[in-house]
C-alpha cells in the first residue's frame, strides 16, 4: 500500500537553455541548441522546445544537429555556454525551494525533490492545497529567479519523477496514491527510472513491455533471473518508498548511478557487482598531466561514493586510458588492503596511470574501475588507525552533502582547482555497475 | 654424476621441493631443480628466490657431481616411471634417467648464479617440537589473506612469529580477525624477536611438518631469511619487511557476558544458516542472539528466505546479540578440539573472542558487523 507520502519532483524546464536566454533576450521563442562544436566530436548538451521541434535531441552529436536545422536561419547553436552561471541559478532556484519545503534534495543541476509528507494542512490553509502550493513554487521561482520549473507530485519518488515528465512543459501533474496503478500501467518499461537498456531488453525477451506486465507478475517470479535489484524496483512502484531521509544508503545505488536516488525503496536487494566504474571522454583530446589528474579525481571520487552506497571496500581497481589515435589500454593494480577511501584509492590510480601514460600522445578518454570487493564499513575492523577513522568520516561527510546538495554541494582536495577546465562533457561520461547479469561494458 | 635413486623416493623428494619452484618467472633457472650428489648423500633443493625448500636424500654409491635440472619435466616423467631404482647420469649438458628399457636424455645446465643458501648454522634461535609448531600454524594460518599474489606487502598476508619472554606468540589476521597461538616455556635464552612468514610459506611448512610429538625442528633467523630445520628437509623463507599491528591490544578485556555452547553443534548450525545469507559468498551476515539459557541464530536472505536455529547453552552474564559473518566463526570451530567453545561477549561494536577451555592458549577474535 501507498502511504500517506507526498513527493514533489521539480525539474527546471530547458534549464541551460532557459539561463541563456536571460542573459540574451533575443534568443527567446527561437530554436536553441547548446553543444561542443560540430569538428570536435560535440554532441548537444540541451535544446530548448522550438528546436526538439525540429528533431533534435539532447546528446545527439552537433554534427546531426546542423543538419536537421539546415535551411532554418533562426536556430541559434551556442559552443560556449555560462558555464558558471548553471551552478549560480540552480542555487537560486535551490535556496527558494529550500525554504519552503522540510526536506529538500538536490538530484542534479535541474531537478530538486522535496518531501512534504504531513504537510497537507499546512499548504492547504496558505495556498488551498497540495497542487496551489506546487503553482506557488512555480511562480516564486519564476518571479525571482526568471526560470520556468515543472513539478510532478506523487506519493514516492519514482512516481513523482514519472509525474514531472507529464507536468512539462511549465506545469504541475499530481498523481495520488489511489490513482498510481492506473497512472503507472500504460508507460513503457523503459519509462522507469533505473530500468535501463540492459533490464528493459530482459524484460521485454520475457513479455514485459509495460509497467501493467510488469506489476502483474506474481512478486516471487520477479527477483528471480534479476541479480540486479528489480524485485525492490517493483516492490517500491508497487508500495512506493521509505523515507529517504533516513535511506541515505540507498541514494544512487541502482543502474548507472544517474538514476541516483530513484530506488530506496525497503526492499532493495541486490548481488555483489563485479566491478563499479566511471569513465569520460574529453572535449578535446588532453595532454596536460594537471587537467587528466584532476578529472581521474572527479572518478575516483565518484566510483568511490557509489561502493560505499554498497558498503564494500575494493581490493583492486583499473584505469583505462584511450589515446587520440583510438589505442585503448588498460591498467589494474591491487590496492594492498581493500579500502573504500577516496585518496587511498585515487593514489594507486595515479600511480597507475602514469604507469600506462607511456605514449607522448593527446588523451581522448579516461576512466577508473574498482573490483574484487570485500565488506564493506559495516564489517568492523581490527586495526582501525586514527587516519582512517578520519578519512571515513570526512568520506561520510561529504557523502552526506553530496546527497543533499548535489555533486558539486562540496569540492574535496584535487577536484577543486580548475575545476570548470577539466569538467567533462555531461552528455559523453559514461558510468555504469557491472554485475553478473549485465554484459561487461567493451 | 651419477645417482641410483627408487622411483618413490625421487618422486616424493621432487613433489616436496617442487612447491617451492617458480612455475613461470623472469629468471629461468628458478624453474629448475638443483641436484647435488655426495657418495652418500643427495640434496635436491627448489626455490623460487623468496621460499626455499631442500632435501636431503640417503643414497650409496654415488658419482659425485651437481646440475640444474628442469623441475617440472623431471618430476612429470619421474611420476610415469615405473616403480623401480632409476639411474640419473650426467653426461655433458644431458642428463640420462633410465629404468630398464626407458631411456630418456634431459637438456640440463649448471650456473653458478642459482642462488644459494648462506650459511646460517650459527644463528640458531630455538627448537620446537614439531607437533606443537603444526598445531599452532593450523589454528592461526587460515585468518590470513591467502591470495598474496597482489604483489602488494602487507601484514595480512602473514603469519607472525613473536619470540618475547621465553615464549612464543604466533598470530595471523585479515584484518577483521585474528587468531593467536601462545606457546610458553620456551627453551630460549631471552630472545627478542618478530619474524613475519608469508602465509603460503606458513601453510605449506604446516603441511610438511610430520605430526610426531618427539620430532623437533630448529629455527634459524639469519639476514632477512628464517631457517626450519627438520629431519632431512630444510625449509627456507624470506621475511615480509612489514610492521605487524599490536595485536595484544584488540584482545578484549571487559567481557561481559560468556556463552558457552557445543562447538560442532554451533559449527553445523552455522553451516546451515550461511545458505540462507545475503551475499552468502561475500559479506555473509548472522545473527547471535541470546535469550536465558538459549542461543538463537538467524540469518536473512533476503529473496532466498530466512534461517533460525536454537542451540542450547550455558550463559554467564547478560545476554548478548551480535551480528557476524558465519564463516569467520565457522573457520574457527574446525580448528578447535573439544566439545565445548566460549563465546566471550563485550558490546555489539566490540572484537568478540572465542576461547575453548581445552586449549587455553589459543584465543581467537573476531570484529561483528554494524547493525543499523
Redesign the interface.
Known amino acids: 500500500m501507498y502511504s500517506s507520502r507526498i513527493i514533489l519532483l521539480a525539474d527546471l524546464d530547458c534549464f541551460f537553455v532557459e539561463v541563456e536566454r536571460l542573459h540574451r533576450p533575443d534568443l527567446r521563442s527561437r530554436p536553441v541548441v547548446i553543444g561542443g562544436e560540430p569538428g570536435k566530436r560535440g554532441v548537444v548538451a540541451a535544446c530548448s522546445y522550438e528546436a526538439r521541434a525540429l528533431g533534435i535531441r539532447s546528446a545527439m552529436p552537433m554534427a546531426e544537429a546542423y543538419r536537421r536545422a539546415k535551411g532554418r536561419r533562426d536556430v541559434a547553436f551556442l559552443h560556449h555556454g555560462l558555464h558558471g552561471n548553471y551552478t549560480l541559478y540552480s542555487r537560486r532556484v535551490q535556496d527558494i525551494l529550500r525554504s519552503e519545503t522540510p526536506a529538500f534534495r538536490a538530484k542534479s543541476i535541474d531537478e530538486f525533490e522535496m518531501d512534504v509528507s504531513g504537510c497537507e494542512r499546512l499548504f492547504a490553509g496558505r495556498h488551498g492545497g497540495i497542487v496551489e502550493f506546487a503553482e506557488h513554487l512555480r511562480a516564486r521561482v519564476r518571479r525571482e529567479v526568471g526560470l520556468k520549473v515543472s513539478v510532478g507530485i506523487g506519493p514516492s519518488r519514482i512516481v513523482a519523477k514519472m509525474a514531472s515528465r507529464h507536468a512539462k512543459p511549465d506545469g504541475v501533474f499530481r498523481v495520488l496514491p489511489h490513482e498510481v496503478e492506473r497512472f503507472l500501467a500504460p508507460h513503457d518499461v523503459q519509462d522507469v527510472p533505473g530500468i535501463g537498456p540492459a533490464t528493459s531488453t530482459a524484460l521485454r525477451a520475457r513479455g514485459v513491455h509495460t509497467v501493467g506486465q510488469l506489476l502483474e507478475l506474481p512478486p516471487a517470479v520477479v527477483?528471480?533471473g534479476f541479480d540486479i535489484g528489480i524485485?525492490g524496483l517493483v516492490t517500491n512502484l508497487r508500495e512506493g518508498d521509505g523515507d529517504w531521509q533516513r535511506r541515505r544508503e540507498g541514494l544512487g545505488a541502482f543502474g548507472t548511478g544517474d538514476e541516483a536516488g530513484t530506488l530506496d525503496g525497503p526492499?532493495r536487494?541486490r548481488?555483489?557487482p563485479k566491478s563499479i566504474g566511471h569513465e569520460t571522454t574529453f572535449e578535446r583530446d588532453i595532454i596536460d598531466p594537471a587537467v587528466l589528474e584532476q578529472t581521474l579525481w572527479r572518478l575516483t571520487e565518484d566510483a568511490c561514493r557509489r561502493m560505499r552506497e554498497q558498503?564494500l571496500r575494493a581490493?583492486h581497481v583499473t584505469v583505462r586510458i584511450r589515446y587520440n589515435d583510438f589505442q585503448t589500454l588498460t591498467h589494474g593494480?591491487?590496492?594492498?588492503?581493500?579500502t573504500d577511501a577516496d585518496s587511498a584509492v585515487f593514489q594507486r590510480v595515479l600511480e597507475l596511470f602514469h604507469e600506462a601514460w607511456t605514449r607522448r600522445l593527446r588523451i581522448r578518454l579516461v576512466g577508473v574501475r574498482l573490483s574484487q570487493?570485500?565488506?564493506?564499513?559495516?564489517?568492523?575492523?581490527?586495526?582501525a588507525t586514527p587516519r582512517e577513522l578520519r578519512e571515513q568520516r570526512l568520506c561520510s561527510a561529504v557523502d552526506d552533502i553530496r546527497t543533499r546538495y548535489g555533486r558539486d554541494g562540496v569540492l574535496v582536495g584535487p577536484g577543486v582547482s580548475r575545476i570548470t577546465r577539466a569538467r567533462p562533457v555531461e552528455a559523453n561520461s559514461t558510468a555504469g555497475i557491472q554485475t553478473g547479469f549485465m554484459p561487461m561494458r567493451g | 654424476m651419477k645417482v641410483v635413486i627408487n622411483q618413490e623416493l625421487l618422486a616424493g623428494t621432487l613433489s616436496a621441493v617442487n612447491k617451492a619452484v617458480s612455475t613461470r618467472s623472469v629468471n629461468p633457472l628458478l624453474t629448475h631443480v638443483k641436484f647435488v650428489a655426495e657418495p652418500d648423500n643427495l640434496t635436491v633443493t627448489g626455490t623460487d628466490g623468496e621460499f626455499t625448500i631442500r632435501r636431503n636424500v640417503a643414497i650409496s654409491g654415488a658419482e659425485p657431481g651437481r646440475t640444474l635440472i628442469p623441475a617440472k619435466l623431471l618430476s612429470e616423467l619421474t611420476s610415469r616411471l615405473p616403480k623401480k631404482d632409476i639411474t640419473l647420469e650426467l653426461r655433458d649438458n644431458q642428463l640420462n634417467v633410465s629404468v630398464g628399457r626407458s631411456s630418456y636424455d634431459l637438456t640440463v645446465m649448471w650456473d653458478d648464479t642459482y642462488p644459494d643458501l648462506p650459511d646460517y648454522n650459527e644463528h640458531r634461535l630455538v627448537v620446537l617440537p614439531c607437533g606443537m609448531l603444526k598445531r599452532s600454524l593450523l589454528q592461526t594460518s587460515f585468518s590470513a589473506v591467502k591470495d598474496s599474489a597482489t604483489g602488494a606487502v602487507h601484514y595480512t598476508n602473514s603469519v607472525f612469529f613473536s619470540f618475547k619472554d621465553n615464549r612464543l606468540d604466533i598470530v595471523a589476521t585479515d584484518g577483521h580477525r585474528l587468531a593467536l597461538k601462545r606457546n610458553d616455556g620456551l627453551s630460549a635464552n631471552d630472545i627478542e624477536r618478530d619474524l613475519l612468514l608469508p602465509v603460503r610459506v606458513a601453510e605449506e611448512l604446516e603441511r610438511m611438518l610430520p605430526d610426531d610429538e618427539e620430532a623437533t625442528v630448529e629455527v634459524f633467523h639469519y639476514s632477512n631469511q628464517v631457517f626450519f630445520k627438520f629431519g632431512n628437509q630444510l625449509l627456507v623463507s624470506s621475511l615480509l619487511d612489514v610492521k605487524f599491528p599490536p595485536y595484544e591490544r584488540v584482545i578484549p578485556k571487559d567481557i561481559s557476558s560468556k556463552v558457552h555452547v557445543g562447538r560442532e553443534e554451533l559449527m553445523d548450525a552455522l553451516g546451515r544458516v550461511l545458505l540462507v545469507c545475503k551475499q552468502k559468498d561475500q559479506n555473509p551476515v548472522g545473527y547471535l542472539e541470546t535469550q536465558g539459557e538459549i542461543v538463537n541464530l538467524t540469518s536473512d536472505g533476503g529473496d532466498y528466505g530466512k534461517g533460525h536455529e536454537e542451540l542450547e547453552a550455558e550463559i554467564n552474564g547478560e545476554d548478548i546479540k551480535i551480528a557476524i559473518n558465519p564463516r569467520y566463526l565457522i573457520d574457527v570451530l574446525k580448528v578447535l578440539g573439544g566439545e565445548q567453545i566460549t563465546l566471550n561477549w563485550t558490546s555489539e561494536v566490540s572484537p568478540v573472542m572465542i576461547t575453548s577451555p581445552r586449549d587455553p592458549a589459543f584465543t581467537y577474535i573476531v570484529m561483528p558487523i554494524r547493525m543499523d
Open positions: 527477483g528471480r524485485s526492499a536487494r548481488s555483489m558498503d581490493r593494480g591491487f590496492l594492498g588492503e581493500a570487493f570485500a565488506a564493506g564499513a559495516s564489517q568492523l575492523l581490527l586495526f
